[in-house]
Structure formats: C-alpha cells, structure tokens
C-alpha cells in the first residue's frame, strides 16, 4: 500500500473514524484564484488547459497551495467524453459550452462510438498520472465524470439549457433511442473511470448536474439506473485500498435513500436539504458529502464560521461527513473567504471526533 500522508478524505467516505470533518471544495481550482486566471491565459482557452497535463496538474495543485485541503480533485470537464465521441465542442464566450454536432436521432446514437481513455482521452489520464506523481502523497486524487444523463443533455440540447425541450422530447417520444445514448455513455464513463484509477485516482465522483429537471420516474429509468450501472462497474480497489465512489445528484435530496441503495459509497449533497435529515434518512449507509450553499462565501468569515457550525452540528458526532459546498465555489468569491471555511471546518468539527 502507497503511504498517504493524509488520507482523513478517504477514511471519511468509507465511514472510518477520524480526527476532524475532511474538507474540498468542488470547483476548489478555478476562476476564483487569481493564479489560476494566469495559468489559463498561458494555456490560450480552456480545453487547451486541460489537454496540457503540466498545466492541468498546475491548476489542480493552486488551491493546495494556498489551504489546506484534503483532496485534489483532477482539473478536467465533464464534457470530455462528448467531444472525444466526436460532437465537436467548443466554448462560446458568455455562453459556455456548445456542441457543432449534436444528436439529434437514432442514427445519430448509432454513429457514436465508445472512446479510449487511452486514446482520445489519452491526455486527462496523462493529467491524472502527473498530478499523482506531484501530489507525492500529500493528499489523495479524485477522479470524476458526468453522468449519463448530464451528458447526455448536452449532446442532444447542444449546449446548455434552461428548458431541456430537447432532451425531454426525445426521452417522452423516443425513449429507445434515448436509452441507447445512455448505455453507449454508461458503458464509456465506466471505462474512463476505471482508466483514471488505473492511472492513480483514488476516489470517484459521478456529477449528476442536471438529474433534479426529472421526474421521479423519470430520475430512477434515466438517470439513476445508469449511474447504478457504471457503480456496478468500477474499479473498487487499487494501491491496497478502496476506492470510494461518491454519487452527487443536484436537486436530488427527495431520492436520497435510491440513491444510497446503488453501491456508492457516498452521496453528495447540495444545499437545498437539511443535513441532519438527509442524515437520517440513509443512517450509515452511505458517508455524506455537504453541503453549504456556496453563495455563503460572499458573507463575512464569521458569518461564514456560524454557517460551518450549524452544518457540523446538523451532521452531529461520529464518522462519515466530507465537508463541501452544495456546489461549485462561484468565480468571483474573494479566496480569503474561502480560507477562512476551510480553517473553520478543521477548527470547530474536532469536537465531533474526540472519543
């Protein structure tokens, strides 16, 4: 087994006792660190940054620099499995992503292949296996990707949306064809997945960004199904160690308890639910991972510290509690602030670990 200097992260995801609450934050590399918004305008865009491994692991390591966190999470996007299917993505300013070739129809899903991570995805695990390599063990690596259905939302919408007509139309009209966009992305988010632990990630994490548009129906035969079936899947164990999956369903507090029943190891959380019930709705089946809301770090570091508190004292005592934002941290929150969360959980969760 690969000594971790600190591995309180992954002892919290599998429920094991440990001194203090973990804490990341997602979005933890990005626009908010000014180093960040440097590194980017030497990479030219943002898909460049993330085909360049040394920038990548550059990117990734900035907030550990700065705090001190207990994980690293790859610097990478969702949609890299659309565009090494072959949509052609690119980035609209103030628009976000888009695709040039979005599927529209059955022939559409029939075209798209099942990429290989080590081939036209060859650079995130280049990214991975080098971000490991400098992290030196200091904290662990979590890989991640989107869910089926969150990518699959993109590929038909072609691009963000509000509505999600397009999908919707598709999923009500022609729901085989739907199902078989879903498989064909199970079926490679699995790979990619297995590929990024082969390559040293030591923690997954599935972003199910857009599963709450659904129904509850819905949810469970489009989204949730297929994310029980890339659990099913993973590889679980690597370096001596388990490899803890957490799943994170935005909107997605009223399926928590479906959700815990796929496998995973925990359930992330965002802010729209009450800690202390979410708690009590799974028991300890599952860790949880949450959930302040991340508008809270625009509020003074002592309202910032109260918010902590209450969100600590919501979970209560014993294991199983990654602290994080029910989000990801926006662009334009002064880094100061999110110090001042980060000290605050290591600080004031203590307590609910002692004896």
Partial sequence: MKSLKNDTYLRALLRQPTDYTPVWMMRQAGRYLPEYKATRAQAGDFMSLCRNAELACEVTLQPLRRFPLDAAILFSDILTIPDAMGLGLYFETGEGPRFERP????????????????????????????????????????????????????????????????????????????????????????????????????????????????????????????????????????????????????????????????????????????????????????????NMDPSMLYASPARIEQEVAGILEGFGHGPGHVFNLGHGIHLDVDPEHAGAFIESVHRLSRPYHAG
């Fill in 103 to 290: 599927v529209t129809c059955a022939a559409d899903v029939a075209r798209i292949g099942i990429p290989d991570p080590e081939g036209e995805l060859g650079y995130v695990m280049n990214a991975v296996r080098t971000i490991r390599r400098e992290l030196q063990g200091e904290v662990p690596l979590i890989g991640f990707s989107g869910s089926p259905w969150t990518l699959a939302t993109y590929m038909v919408e072609g691009g963000s949306s509000k509505a999600f007509t397009k999908i919707k139309k598709m999923m009500y009209a022609e729901p085989q064809t739907l199902h078989a966009l879903l498989d064909k992305l199970a079926d490679s988010v699995t790979s990619y997945l297995n590929a990024q632990v082969a390559a040293g990630a030591q923690s997954l994490m599935i972003f199910d960004t857009w599963g709450g548009v659904l129904t509850p129906r819905d949810y469970n035969d489009f989204s949730l199904q297929y994310m029980a079936k890339i659990v099913d899947g993973l590889t679980r164990e690597a370096d001596g160690r388990r490899v803890p999956v957490t799943l994170f369903t935005k909107n997605g507090g009223q399926w928590l308890e479906a959700i815990a029943a796929t496998g995973c190891d925990a359930v992330g959380l965002d802010w729209t639910i009450n800690i202390a019930d979410a708690k009590r709705r799974v028991g300890d089946k599952v860790a949880l991972q949450g």
